[in-house]
């Protein structure tokens, strides 16, 4: 039986989420919801209906699982919560410093309608944060250390993009290699959030935009820009295009501790992803999200959860004897 998908945004994300269910034979395409004409919106699935939101409540009963594929800045804080209300979803809200706001309003809406809202679902906040619970768990003596880069972050790309005057922007992440080494050398160090990375924005402007200001918008920006150095360049859409139209991104995860009677011997636990396509990759989290979202759905269960609250084996297609067969 197919677990039946309609996916909310068709933009890089939600494009990623097609391919996505292609490779998963557990999944059916039901429907793409767009704010834009429907009629403009080309996707690659043939027979899918691509519907305006208006039309979205129409397939209360036709859909399992909504994922949700717009913005942290503005759209999945209002999306989410009202959309929790009518079906099960999954969204990859990634504004750290905002999730227990966000999975409070969340939780509520799904809870008050019996249905399972999943949030923040992607490599980080996701996987990132599957990997930094396990190895803290494991050496609970010991320092957590997150490096994101170099790569495109689309969530940053977005926050610039909806700056007044601003056509279009890339922003880079970019580790501090020296931080980087001696994170992994197993010594310790303390590091502040601007000497572990830094931030490079490639933006482009409207004919007699205000650029000091909005490359003060940027630097100021909370949660996003403000604890870090940030470089802004300020190119044309020709260059743009040309140098920065890919959407590589990637990190590390690291944990070092001890053990011993006498803390003498150092552990260095190193989760990696190296991505061609940061969205794309967060698609096929965002799925294997969605496939647990039903399977709780069918249980009863209801509310806001997360990655950290999804038993592993909901994230397979496998079955339980062949997950204990093949990969235990």
Request: with cysteine; hydrophobic share 35%; aromatic share 8%.
């Amino acid at each position: 039986m197919s677990i039946k998908i309609g996916i909310m945004g068709y933009g890089n994300l939600g494009r990623g989420i097609e391919c996505a269910i292609k490779q998963n034979p557990d999944m059916q395409l039901v429907a793409v919801f767009t704010r834009r004409a429907p009629e403009t919106v080309r996707i690659l699935t043939e027979g899918v209906s691509v519907c305006h939101v208006d039309d979205l409540l129409d397939y209360k009963d036709k859909i399992d699982v909504l994922l949700l594929c717009g913005g942290s800045a503005t759209d999945l804080p209002v999306q989410t919560p009202e959309y929790a209300k009518y079906f099960t979803v999954v969204d990859s809200f990634d504004t750290h410093a905002k999730i227990p706001e966000h999975f409070e309003n969340v939780d509520k809406a799904a809870k008050e309608n019996k249905n399972i809202a999943v949030i923040s679902c992607g490599w980080d906040p996701g996987m990132f944060s599957l990997n930094r619970l396990y190895a803290s768990a494991i050496l609970p003596d010991g320092k957590d250390y997150t490096f994101w880069g170099k790569g495109v972050s689309q969530g940053h790309s977005d926050a610039i993009r909806r700056i007044d005057g601003v056509l279009d922007a890339r922003q880079y992440t970019i580790p501090v290699e020296e931080a980087l080494n001696a994170v992994r050398s197993g010594s310790g160090p303390e590091l502040t959030t601007r000497e572990k990375h830094l931030r490079e924005c490639f933006v482009v402007v409207a004919d007699g935009a205000d650029k000091e200001r909005i490359e003060t918008e940027i630097k100021t920006m909370p949660n996003y820009f403000a604890d870090y150095d940030t470089i802004v360049h300020f190119i044309s859409m020709e260059e743009l295009k040309r140098d920065h139209s890919g959407i590589a991104h990637g990190g590390f995860v690291i944990r070092s501790g001890k053990t011993g009677w006498n803390n003498e011997n150092t552990h260095v636990i190193e989760y990696s992803l190296r991505l061609d396509s940061n969205p794309e990759f967060t698609s096929s989290v965002i799925i294997a999200c969605a496939r647990a979202a039903y399977r709780m759905k069918i249980e009863g269960q209801s509310g806001c959860k997360t990655m950290f609250d999804i038993p592993p084996a909901y994230l397979s297609p496998k079955s339980s004897e062949e997950l204990r067969l093949k990969m235990l």
